[in-house]
């Protein structure tokens, strides 16, 4: 249980230190309060679904630190997690640069915009891994795994997505860039990839998906899509 909850808050940390390097060396500078600000809010609300998770829910959490590529089992996911990684990495470095050059002018209240829809996304996320034990960072089903359509998953089939979106859509202007939203059209694409590709497994591998699609219309935003 220590190992555990010390690879999930290590990789935590490790994440906000190359967030950290990835927004404050573009902009060259740490006099940057937008981007502490931001930060703080990624720690505070990521550590807190860390720590629920070890006093709740230990198997999700250990399902959780196994992302990226290397914890893919899909040839296609590995390949989408991957371009993932980057293209999430350039909303930082262009929002960084958009900052250190001044190509725009976000106003306080948009700032202040951006930093809630990224709490909002988060806590989203939060409410997603509370009704979904079997939330795994990979595209794998378990043996016992059955369909959730409670919650979040009533209004649509991939809300933990639709958290990360908000999240994402919120970080450029809570970094003080208006660039670095177009930024954001591959992360986008790459998110509708992978949940189509989902899609297409749980149908074949879990038993009562397909009907739950049938069910609940909406993929990501309710609705629209």
Known sequence: MANLNQKAFGGLFFLVAVLG?????????????QAWVYLAIFFISAGGITFYLMQKDTALLQRRINAGPAG???????????????????IFLVSAFDHRFQWSHVPLAAIIAGDVLVAAGFFIVFLVFKENTYTSATIEVDADQK??????????????YSGALLMLIGTPGALDSW??????????AVIVWRLLDEEKFLSKNLPGYAEYCKTVRSRLIPGIF
């Open 21 to 33: 390097l990835t927004l404050f060396l573009p902009a060259w500078t740490i006099h940057y309060w």
């Open 72 to 90: 893919e089992k899909e040839k296609t996911q590995k390949i989408i997690q991957s371009i993932a990684q980057f293209a999430f990495l350039a």
């Open 147 to 160: 369909v959730i359509s409670t919650g979040p998953y009533a209004l649509v089939r991939h809300p933990m």
């Open 179 to 188: 660039w670095g939203l177009p930024a954001l059209i591959p992360i986008a």
